[in-house]
């Protein structure tokens, strides 16, 4: 089955500053690759996602790069703010019965005023 | 996302019972997932549903067990076969593509 990994397991960085998270994922048929937010309690909300007919999508201050060939997909969120501090999660997927997302375990980002 | 609805958010039982999960969607949408979620951890998948009377068994299946009889509802039962209860439970619904999937709030399980 499908296996995904996320780095780092936490990152903390000055608010303005910019911060990137990376995955790598073992399927070579996935081709769908979402993001989530989860804050303190929450529930995890879909930020951006990305499909494997595009290498980048962007949506404001936050943008997804996808290299398939090497199998990594990264989240990168520039000018980062306190209330970006929360645990993102990497998600794939691929188009086969159930659509199933195998996560990857997370990431804490810390944004320090 | 508002249209998911979990309840209830806090529940409490004493091991050797089985306690039913509700999640009740209405959006419409054919597809339900339930995860579950430990302390400090990602998710994995429970059971999840493409139609109704009809469901599949995620990674850690063993000790739960669900029914899909309407469109509406997928409610999940942590048996008292389920060795490590206590965790926040989400279920989830598939989106208007083939592939999103939306989170309700969660139900925090805890059993001693």
């Known amino acids: 089955g499908e296996n995904v990994e996320q780095h780092p397991s936490t990152l903390s960085v000055q608010e303005g500053d910019s911060a990137v998270i990376k995955c790598t994922y073992s399927?070579?048929?996935?081709?769908?690759f979402p993001w989530y937010k989860q804050e303190l309690g929450k529930r995890p909300q879909l930020i951006i996602d990305i499909r494997s007919n595009v290498g980048e999508k962007k949506d404001q201050r936050i943008a997804v790069t996808l290299n398939k060939t090497a199998k990594h997909f990264s989240l990168h969120i520039t000018e980062t703010q306190p209330e970006d501090s929360a645990v993102y999660f990497c998600?794939?997927?691929?188009?086969?019965?159930?659509?199933?997302?195998?996560f990857g375990g997370g990431t804490r980002l810390m944004v320090k005023p | 996302d508002g249209g998911i609805t979990q309840s209830p958010k806090y529940l409490f039982r004493k091991e050797g019972q089985n306690v039913t999960l509700s999640c009740e969607q209405n959006l419409n949408h054919d597809a339900m997932y339930w995860y579950r979620q430990d302390p400090g951890q990602g998710l994995r998948l429970i059971y999840y549903s493409q139609i109704v009377n009809d469901f599949q068994k995620g990674d850690i299946a063993e000790g739960y067990s669900v029914s899909r009889e309407k469109k509406e509802s997928f409610p999940l039962t942590v048996t008292s076969a389920q060795k490590n209860p206590t965790a926040f439970y989400l279920c989830?619904?598939?989106?208007?593509?083939?592939?999103?999937?939306?989170f309700g709030p969660g139900t925090r399980l805890t059993v001693t």
């Open positions: 399927d070579s048929a996935s081709n769908y």
């Open positions: 998600a794939a997927s691929k188009n086969n019965a159930g659509n199933m997302l195998t």
């Open positions: 989830a619904v598939g989106g208007q593509g083939p592939y999103e999937q939306y």
